[in-house]
């Protein structure tokens, strides 16, 4: 795990690819995203900070943090700790971005019966993905961006 | 009718070889009756005859009877006219009445010798009377002739001598046996006759009853011979007729027999076609069932196909997001470096030294990364969109194909403008399909057509149906698109429904992939794609799909096992292109119901 020195946990990405999750981290600082922000390395990681530990209400509040999940991971997929965090009553309200290659509408529309807020196809192209974190972030007023935003 | 039971029991028997056709047996049937017809008239013309012969005969004896009174009377009438003349003399007539009635007697007797010569006894008896009545005519002629000599005295002292009534009374006795025997013969006759007339009666009435007898006889054995297997032989036809099994077989040797024979014969090979049948049946069905289980397997395995191709196309994508990423970072420690570069503390030599490879390798090696990522993307989207068109769910309807292709031209518009083509197109009668699908069908064909016009001459595209629309007989509306373009060789047009199959690599970008959509499109919607092509005057596409909805049809429209919700999304995201494609990250807005994405995004 690694996180922002000092600052609160707003960004939790679980991703099992090191260079998605480097990538994701880079543009979401270059875009000029200032929250602090952990990685969880595969579902069975996410279970254990949300659900079967108490370390995520230590680290951050429900209401302002985000959750961006992978699908394709080892041990335990995306829609499993989707299910998980939903029916477990203080991590349901987390808003949860899908992040992943698979758009597969079969499991678009089963991330999105779980409650998912997006659902996000891993873009070749980052920027779009970048537009879609900071427009979800904006909205749920996560985001927080240096006074004078550097690109 | 011994010859009929030979007949009816030669079947049975086996013995009797007699062979008769029904028409032999119809003969039998009136002939016999005739035969006893004969019989009969030729026995009651014999009665006939004999009562003839007892009539006559009675009749001859009544004429002899009266023949004999006659010679008698006249006998008797000579007698007393001689006895006359003696008494009155010479000078009377009695004379000649004597004589006279003498000859009639005479006649009279003559005449019966000759009608009694068969009897020999009564011809005898009339010879005696012949004779005495000579001898009376003799003593009364001599007495007659006293009186003509003037002996009267004398005469009538013979006439009281009573030697006349001695003659009479010989003549008289001769003539009365012989009547008496006449008279008995006359009995004898009478009753011969009523015996005859008896005969002819009892003749015509048994006769007539044996003819009805034999008759109804005939008739009867006729009815079990003929008739009642004439029933069996229809009965059998009615049950072969319904396939039901035969009577046993007909016994005879008749056209009854032979006709049975053949029936029997023609159901028994009726059963063999029905077996037959049967086992082809069966196994025209055990085919079937192989075939629908070869086109399950085969649509399993194309499935299984197309899930592969799109798990693996997905899988790709991870390390590619990592390449465009990655490659992205270059370029911005790139960029970082050639400002850190700006410091003045590095030397001229050194800064412009870097500043080159920063500026032509790495540039130039982080642009060719970009350019295969982005040619792996598109290859891989292209695979995914295939693959997509193999999976999606489609949802058939009645599809307005005029109003489809119109859109599609409209789309293509500023293309075709700017190539100077002109497109036209039929009033196009609707099929049955998804709506989607069928745009899809004639986006690519359109495009292609546009795409592949020959520069040098202008270009036209037209968009119509063959036979005026009509469906054929699987009930196929066929369409055409029709270009004065480039064409395709011969060696490629069998490949131009092959995926990655670029022919005018150089004319228009692309993977090579619309074609085979089209071609898995048309698959899926039960219709077929072909294509005639010349080089260098143009090509035609051909593309049939349903006119109407086919139950068939649906079940393969209907197609895999994903839900309608979700093919819609991918309806949607076909609509518009790919979310790579379009630069649209987010896929919220597919389903209407996902209100936080749609508010964001």
């Known amino acids: ?151 | 009718m011994q010859k009929r039971w030979e007949i009816d029991s030669a079947g049975h028997q086996d013995v009797t070889k007699i062979r008769l056709n029904i028409f032999a047996k119809g003969l039998l049937l009136i002939s016999l009756p005739l035969v006893f017809t004969v019989m009969l008239v030729a026995l009651l013309f014999r009665a006939q005859s004999e009562s003839a012969d007892a009539a006559w005969w009675q009749t001859h004896t009544k004429d002899v009877l009266h023949l004999a009174e006659e010679a008698y009377t006249h006998a008797i009438e000579s007698h007393s006219a001689t006895r006359a003349y003696i008494l009155i003399g010479k000078d009377s007539n009695f004379n000649e009445v004597a004589e006279a009635s003498m000859k009639e007697a005479t006649a009279a007797l003559d005449k019966l010798a000759t009608d009694t010569k068969d009897n020999t006894e009564q011809n005898g008896r009339i010879q005696t009377a012949i004779d005495r009545l000579r001898d009376f005519d003799h003593w009364l002629a001599g007495e007659r002739a006293r009186v003509g000599q003037g002996d009267q005295a004398g005469a009538i002292e013979q006439v009281r001598s009573r030697k006349g009534v001695v003659h009479s009374e010989a003549f008289n006795e001769a003539i009365d046996s012989f009547k008496k025997e006449e008279e008995r013969l006359d009995t004898i006759r009478t009753a011969a006759v009523q015996r005859a007339r008896q005969v002819q009666r009892v003749t015509l009435i048994s006769g007539a009853l044996a003819m009805f007898v034999v008759s109804g006889a005939a008739l009867l054995v006729f009815g079990k011979s003929v008739a009642a297997r004439v029933g069996v032989l229809t009965q059998n036809a009615g049950r072969m007729a319904d396939g039901r099994e035969l009577l046993p077989a007909i016994t005879g040797t008749d056209e009854i027999a032979q006709l049975d024979e053949a029936m029997h014969a023609a159901s028994a090979k009726l059963a063999t076609a029905a077996e037959s049948e049967l086992l082809f049946k069966r196994e025209l069905e055990r085919r079937a069932d192989e075939l629908v289980r070869a086109n399950e397997s085969l649509r399993q395995q194309t499935q299984e196909n197309e899930m592969f191709v799109y798990s693996v196309s997905h899988d790709l994508r991870s390390p590619l997001v990592n390449l465009q990423g990655f490659s992205k970072e270059l370029e911005f420690a790139g960029q970082e470096l050639g400002e850190t570069l700006a410091d003045e503390r590095i030397p001229a030599d050194v800064r412009k030294r870097a500043q080159q490879v920063i500026d032509s390798d790495i540039k130039d090696s982080v642009r060719f990364i970009q350019t295969a990522v982005t040619r792996s993307a598109s290859i891989i989207d292209s695979l995914l969109r295939l693959s997509r068109a193999g999976r999606v769910v489609y949802r058939p309807e009645n599809v307005d194909v005029n109003g489809t292709v119109k859109r599609v031209i409209d789309a293509m518009r500023g293309t075709i403008e700017m190539k100077g083509a002109t497109v036209k197109a039929q009033v196009l009668l609707p099929v049955w399909g998804d709506a989607t699908a069928v745009e899809q069908i004639f986006g690519n064909l359109i495009g292609n057509a546009v795409n592949y016009l020959d520069a040098s001459r202008p270009g036209f595209i037209e968009v119509g149906m063959l036979n005026g629309g009509t469906p054929d007989r699987a009930r196929m509306r066929t369409y055409y698109v029709r270009d004065n373009g480039l064409g395709i060789p011969e060696a490629h047009i069998n490949k131009v429904f092959v995926a990655f199959q670029r022919l005018h690599g150089d004319v228009a970008k692309g993977e090579g992939i619309g074609l085979a959509l089209v071609r898995r499109i048309i698959e899926r919607h039960g219709g077929r794609a072909s294509v005639e092509s010349t080089v260098g005057v143009g090509t035609t596409f051909f593309v049939s799909l349903p006119a109407e909805a086919r139950s068939e049809g649906e079940a393969e429209l209907k197609g895999s096992s994903e839900s309608s919700i979700a093919s819609s999304s991918v309806v949607a995201d076909e609509a518009r292109g790919t979310a790579l494609k379009d630069g649209n990250g987010a896929r919220g807005g597919a389903g209407a119901t996902k209100e936080p994405a749609g508010a964001v995004i």
Do not use: W
Request: net charge negative; glycine share 6%.
């Open chain 1, 1 to 151: 795990m690694t996180t922002f020195a000092g600052q609160p946990v707003n960004i939790i990405l679980v991703e099992d690819d090191d260079g998605h999750a480097s990538l994701v981290e880079k543009n979401l600082r270059r875009a000029g995203v200032m929250n602090g922000f952990l990685r969880l390395k595969d579902g069975q990681e996410a279970l254990t900070y949300f659900v079967e530990t108490d370390q995520f209400c230590k680290d951050c509040d429900t209401t302002s943090c985000v959750l961006l999940l992978d699908i394709k991971m080892p041990k335990v997929d995306g829609i499993e700790v989707l299910r998980r965090l939903k029916q477990n009553a203080p991590t349901a309200t987390i808003p949860v971005i899908m992040l992943t290659t698979t758009d597969d509408p079969r499991e678009v529309e089963k991330c999105y019966q779980l409650g998912c807020n997006v659902y996000i196809t891993k873009p070749v192209e980052y920027e779009t993905f970048v537009d879609a974190v900071k427009r979800l972030g904006f909205f749920l007023q996560v985001v927080k961006l240096p006074p004078n935003g550097k690109k």
